[in-house]
């Protein structure tokens, strides 16, 4: 049996790197994806990559600030599958090195809308879907700078705070209507948004210093991690983070 079987699953930001992995490796385990994200062509070349390997799925565009686009995408959900098991809230965008003080309030707010704001819109919307199914699986992405200040003074690391904390919160709340939410922190992961700054050789042999398996984790890898959590292999786990970093956090 395959571990998402029968499952209906929405994955923000799926259109490339770790989501569009979740996306593959989900369709293969049985479930019936909604790939979303900003990058339209993207997002069919996903659908269609799926639709190939013999999967199910569907595209969506979807801006994850947008509250509108949020209800949209779900009631398309339904319409299309009648259901949602399980909503992976993986879109996001990194924010810049800068100094706190030199840090502009645009930058702050976009990364806090697209990263936070985001996660709480898609939980607000897939909750009462999930109610009216009794049961459901939420799994948020974070970050390992969403565990440790080391990372940084800065809107990604406050933001991926903001995703830890809410996701132990909603897991409290909604435990005994059998919706089960989790987060998953990634350590240096080498996907399309991070390929600059791992061409760098000096700050490739860098990050691998500072991780206790000397390499840097694959998309993949967080994929599996993220599936586990999405299954039902993971059924009395609820407001847990997951690192999947390589030991980085474990220092």
């Known amino acids: 049996m395959k571990r998402l079987q029968n499952k209906v699953a929405i994955i923000t930001g799926a259109g490339s790197g770790m989501g569009k992995e979740e996306a593959l490796l989900f369709a293969q385990e049985g479930a019936k994806v909604v790939v979303t994200d900003i990058q339209e062509e993207k997002v069919n070349q996903v659908v269609a990559e799926i639709k190939e390997q013999g999967g199910e799925a569907i595209g969506l565009f979807h801006n994850v600030t947008s509250e509108e ?7 398309q959900t339904v319409k299309a599958y009648g259901k949602v098991d399980v909503l992976v809230n993986n879109a996001g965008i990194p924010s810049s090195a800068t100094p706190l003080h030199e840090s502009s309030l645009e930058s702050w707010n976009r990364t806090m809308d697209i990263n936070l704001t985001g996660t709480f819109l898609g939980m607000k919307h897939v909750i009462p879907v999930m109610l009216e199914n009794k049961g459901g699986s939420i799994v948020n992405i974070s970050s390992i700078a969403g565990l440790t200040g080391g990372s940084g003074a800065s809107a990604y690391t406050a933001s991926k705070g903001g995703v830890r904390l809410l996701t132990k919160g909603t897991a409290i709340q909604y435990a005994k209507e059998n919706i089960r939410v989790n987060s998953v922190h990634p350590g ?4 399309p948004m991070t390929t600059d700054m791992f061409e760098n050789d000096q ?47 474990a220092q």
């Open 69 to 75: 686009n949020w209800v949209q995408v779900v009631e």
């Open 188 to 191: 240096f992961i080498e996907t």
């Open 203 to 249: 700050m490739n042999q860098w990050f691998r210093s500072l991780t206790p398996l000397p390499r840097l984790g694959k998309a993949r890898e967080v994929a599996e991690g993220v599936l586990f959590l999405a299954s039902d292999s993971s059924s009395f786990i609820t407001g847990i983070e997951l690192p999947v970093d390589g030991g980085y956090s």
